[in-house]
């Protein structure tokens, strides 16, 4: 499963084949989305300058819930998002691909997952706070979304 996902981001030939299959179209969309979320919780995850193993364990369960999905896959789609983000030049690239694949639901869904990872050592860094309004903005969540995200998730792990 590992080289499939690594042959999926690194052929361009690919977008044509998604051109032309619906079934792989379907299939290689989500890959791409499923690796492109998982960047987006590791940058998370990394902006505060520490990647504790409770982060870890909260991008984990994110993205077997998101996604429905076990924890060995997680674990080799982490591994190759880590990869994919050394190689990137910005988080857009990420976003890009939420933004093609997932509703406004869904993409509220994620901000509200990153805003729990940002506080699973509850507390807001300027660099986690700084981020996640970069990635809601990257998604086309306007302020007042991403803030709202923010105060839900406050008030569900009892942070205020």
């Given at each position: 499963?590992?080289?499939?996902?690594?042959?999926?981001?690194?052929?361009?030939?690919?977008?044509?084949?998604?051109?032309?299959?619906?079934?792989?179209?379907?299939?290689?969309?989500?890959?791409?989305?499923?690796?492109?979320?998982?960047?987006?919780?590791?940058?998370?995850?990394?902006?505060?300058?520490?990647?504790?193993?409770?982060?870890?364990?909260?991008?984990?369960?994110?993205?077997?819930?998101?996604?429905?999905?076990?924890?060995?896959?997680?674990?080799?789609?982490m591994e190759l998002?880590?990869?994919?983000?050394?190689?990137?030049?910005?988080?857009?690239?990420?976003?890009?691909?939420?933004?093609?694949?997932?509703?406004?639901?869904?993409?509220?869904?994620?901000?509200?997952?990153?805003?729990?990872?940002?506080?699973?050592?509850?507390?807001?860094?300027?660099?986690?706070?700084?981020?996640?309004?970069?990635?809601?903005?990257?998604m086309k969540m306007?302020?007042?979304?991403?803030?709202?995200?923010?105060?839900?998730?406050?008030?569900?792990?009892?942070?205020?």
């Amino acid at each position: 499963m590992f080289d499939y996902l690594k042959k999926l981001l690194t052929n361009e030939s690919n977008l044509e084949l998604l051109k032309t299959n619906d079934v792989v179209d379907r299939v290689d969309r989500n890959k791409q989305l499923q690796i492109a979320t998982a960047a987006l919780f590791i940058e998370m995850a990394k902006a505060d300058g520490e990647f504790t193993e409770e982060e870890r364990e909260n991008v984990i369960q994110s993205l077997q819930k998101q996604f429905n999905i076990d924890a060995v896959y997680v674990n080799e789609l982490m591994e190759l998002s880590k990869l994919k983000l050394k190689d990137s030049v910005s988080l857009f690239e990420f976003s890009n691909v939420v933004n093609e694949n997932f509703t406004n639901e869904d993409k509220n869904i994620l901000l509200k997952n990153l805003w729990r990872l940002i506080y699973t050592d509850k507390k807001l860094d300027k660099y986690e706070d700084r981020l996640i309004k970069i990635i809601g903005g990257m998604m086309k969540m306007d302020h007042k979304q991403i803030i709202n995200a923010k105060l839900l998730i406050r008030q569900e792990l009892n942070l205020d």
